[in-house]
Structures are given as structure tokens and as C-alpha cells.
Nanobody, 126 residues
């Protein structure tokens, strides 16, 4: 079993920045695809960003492109989401996800992921 623990959420004013972290532990595989999703109250969980093992490929939702950056630690056991120029509509619970995958694969939908963190709240105020 893989455990994912998110941190870094909080309250920030519009235009501000936050950096989310997702630490992975437990059973290890050779490589993972990892991603960030978010869910606002009353909404479905939506894709935010994804990264392939080693960080060679990344992909972003149009709503965050140019503002958010996903990256991976050198040890590859932590994934980050740097969020800049935050908007009110970025308010949500943010979830980290992981799934065993070939080296270059990116996963974009919730059904592709096997492991999920507990979520961290991000609230953007005006």
C-alpha cells in the first residue's frame, strides 16, 4: 500500500502563492505517474496537474496553466504544486494521487489513479 500525505494548504489572498507538497511512503514501485486534483464544495473532483516519473512530462488543466507548476523532488518521493496568482475560484480541497505507471506516462483522470491522499484545504480570499 502507498500512503500519500499532502501539506501546505491554507488561507491566502487573491494574487498570492502557496506551495503544496505530497509525500509518498509505503510500498514502492519502479515508477509512478502522479497528479494533483481538486474538489470544491458541490463540485466533482477535477484534474489540476500531472507529472510523469522523473518529471520529463507535465500537463496542466487550462484553468491553471501558466500559474501552477508541478514538480518532483530529486528523490522522487515528494511531488510539489507551486500555485501563483491564486484566484477565488482556486478555492478547493486539493488531493495528491499516484499510480504505478511506465516511466514516461502521464495520467489525467481520477479513474487512472490507485492511491490518494487525504486532501489539503486551499482557501483564496478577496
Amino acid at each position: 500500500q502507498v500512503q500519500l500525505v499532502e501539506s501546505g494548504g491554507g488561507l491566502v489572498q487573491a494574487g498570492g502563492s502557496l506551495r503544496l507538497s505530497c509525500a509518498a511512503s509505503g510500498r514502492t514501485f519502479n515508477s509512478y505517474a502522479m497528479g494533483w486534483f481538486r474538489q470544491a464544495p458541490g463540485e466533482e473532483r477535477e484534474f489540476v496537474a500531472a507529472i510523469s516519473w522523473g518529471g520529463g512530462s507535465t500537463y496542466y488543466a487550462d484553468s491553471v496553466k501558466g500559474r501552477f507548476t508541478i514538480s518532483q523532488s530529486n528523490a522522487k518521493n515528494t511531488v510539489y504544486l507551486q500555485m501563483n496568482s491564486l484566484k477565488l475560484e482556486d478555492t478547493a480541497v486539493y488531493y495528491c494521487a499516484a499510480t504505478p505507471a511506465p516511466f514516461s506516462r502521464i495520467a489525467l483522470s481520477t479513474r487512472e489513479y490507485n492511491y490518494w491522499g487525504q486532501g489539503t484545504q486551499v482557501t483564496v480570499s478577496s
